[in-house]
């Protein structure tokens, strides 16, 4: 479990974190969404206890990370932000190194090794400088050795970026197969993300907590959700009587490839409706979708609403 | 295993896949041997002791100590690395502890590696080794304190240049503070108390009374406290990092 109640972290005058309270329950894997710069890594770097807090506190599975440091730091695996790692070390000599660090006697010690080695598949670059690898290899490395002691709490600051969609899906895939009972918080700016990976989503901007929801929830805040948008040819017409009809609010169309969409009244349902309605008319549709809603849109709204407020610190 | 151990395994083993400890190596045996025989006539003194290998050693570690020291904490600091670092389950001071032992432990190595001189003078004639026994301690003690100033001043700044001139800065001064030509300078203006209190910091003085194979106290107590009041320093340094 990871709590956090009115962290903060000032740097001079600015306020990176401000008063942040979450709290994330084993089994939830919280994206913590946020533009860049607003405060999402000096957030977790506080909650590994590599920053002091300004004020406020952080604690990892119940233990207070500035008064039970050592046993906050054995509860979690931590990913820092661009995966650093010594680079002139093998992977092997790495991981060993770990390995020590995490007081594994030398028996359990190997089998972990041999097990993260596989989960992330780096039994061929064992052998290799982790200087010479590719990015998203030296990620991996980063991963293996966050979960090497295979802890309860995760944390990992962007664990996909700058990974190639195929290795950014065995990351996934594998936070997945951890996500069972363990505590997991994630920071991001990819939107997709979270879609694939949370089930809880936590968008904080300039260090305030802005929004704390499921991804569907968060998605039913857009103006996109519940709208229905087509392809049709020479449309012209039937715009004027989708605009007539009483659950519709407004209609947009894409100035470039002409994709109509149709806006509903708060809480009126517009699939069926404009469906039949074009059915009448008789237009050829090649395709229909109803819209879930869309994230970035929910984002920015949140993110740039309050632009005039801004922490202080004395 | 123990963190400290840890540590110090990881900083023994990049000093040397990194060309680090071959280069500081050669450079060292090959300076101490040069300086001994040309600088120090090592043949023309006719005594059979290794004085003029010794009297070399504090300039030696000037440059080639913050060398070794420089890349401590700047390095990580700057790669990022502090963060993994700090974040596994280890204190400050054992991350300190771990990186001063292999620094420590690898100019030990240094000195057991110049044991041909040592040969050399036993078979030109009949030295004293127990006075070259307690040289050696003397300047390992010394190569000690040198590190834990490195060590603190590489926590200072993420640059391994500034490190590295600083650390040879304060070595230099804590060389030269007892010289009698700085005594002579200040002793007009300074309270002869304070000259004197000042001499006592003097590194050199502390090391020619352990070469001269008289092992006492205050000297040993000296180094000591010098190490850990650096370490001290440095592991405040680091602590005053994670709060600013």
């Not at chain 1, 991804?215 to 039913?220: F, G, S």
């Not at chain 2, 040198?146 to 926590?155: D, E, Y």
Request: hydrophobic share 50%; charged share 20%.
């Amino acid at each position: 479990m990871i709590e956090t109640d009115q962290l903060t972290r000032c740097y001079g005058n600015l306020t990176a974190v401000d008063a942040l309270s979450i709290r994330v329950e084993p089994g939830q894997v919280l994206g913590l969404l946020g533009p860049n710069g607003a405060g999402k890594s000096t957030a977790m770097r506080m909650i590994a206890g590599f920053l002091v807090p300004t004020s406020g506190t952080a604690r990892v599975c119940g233990y207070d990370v500035s008064r039970e440091p050592l046993k906050a730091k054995r509860a979690l695996g931590y990913l820092p932000e661009g995966a650093p790692s010594y680079g002139e070390m093998t992977v092997r000599e790495f991981l060993q190194f770990i390995v020590r660090m995490r007081g594994f006697k030398p028996d359990t010690g190997y089998r972990r090794f041999e097990a993260v080695v596989q989960q992330l598949q780096l039994e061929d670059v064992l052998g290799l400088c982790i200087d010479t690898l590719s990015k998203g290899l030296r990620r991996r490395v980063g991963l293996a050795q966050a979960i090497l002691h295979d802890p309860p709490v995760l944390m990992l600051d962007e664990p996909t970026d700058g990974l190639d969609p195929n290795q950014k899906h065995a990351v996934r895939q594998l936070i997945d197969v951890m996500a069972r009972e363990r505590t997991i918080l994630i920071s991001t700016h990819l939107l997709e993300e979270v879609h694939a990976l949370c089930n809880r989503v936590v968008i904080i901007a300039r260090g305030k907590l802005l929004a704390d929801a499921t991804p569907a929830e968060l998605e039913a805040r857009s103006r996109y959700h519940g709208a229905v948008s087509f392809s049709a040819p020479g449309s012209g017409m039937s715009q004027e009587m989708l605009g007539r009809l009483p659950q519709v609010a407004a209609i947009e169309v894409d100035p470039l490839d002409g994709r109509i969409t149709v806006f509903p009244k708060p809480g009126e349902r517009i699939l069926e409706p404009v469906e039949t309605l074009l059915r009448e008319q008789g237009l050829e549709v090649s395709e229909i979708q109803l819209e879930r809603g869309r994230l970035d849109e929910v984002f920015r709204q949140i993110t740039t609403a309050e632009s005039s407020v801004t922490g202080s610190c004395a | 295993m123990n963190p400290v151990n840890a540590v110090l395994r990881r900083e023994l083993r990049s000093y040397f896949v990194t060309p680090v400890a071959y280069v500081f190596l050669v450079i060292f045996l090959v300076l101490a041997g040069i300086l001994t025989f040309y600088a120090g006539d090592f043949y023309e003194r006719g005594q059979a002791d290794l004085q003029p290998f010794f009297v070399m050693h504090p300039w030696l570690y000037l440059i080639l100590v913050p060398a070794i020291t420089m890349r401590m904490w700047a390095e990580e600091t700057k790669g990022g690395t502090l963060e993994l670092l700090l974040t596994l389950p280890l204190t400050l001071w054992q991350a300190m502890l771990g990186k001063f032992f292999a620094a420590w432990l690898f100019i030990g190595l240094a000195l057991v590696l110049t044991f041909p001189i040592w040969i050399t003078v036993n078979y030109l004639g009949s030295p004293d080794n127990g006075v070259i026994l307690a040289s050696y301690l003397g300047s390992w003690l010394m190569a000690g304190t040198f590190i834990a100033i490195g060590a603190c001043l590489s926590a200072l700044t993420r640059s391994q240049v500034v490190a590295f001139i600083l650390t040879a800065l304060v070595c230099v001064l804590l060389i030269l503070v007892g010289q009698p030509q700085v005594l002579d300078f200040f002793s007009g203006t300074l309270p002869r108390k304070l000259i004197n209190a000042v001499a006592h910091l003097s590194m050199l003085r502390h090391f020619e009374a352990i070469a001269r194979g008289v092992l006492d106290v205050r000297d040993l107590l000296y180094f000591l406290l010098s190490m850990v009041g650096w370490l001290v320093a440095g592991v405040l340094l680091l602590d005053l990092k994670r709060m600013r």
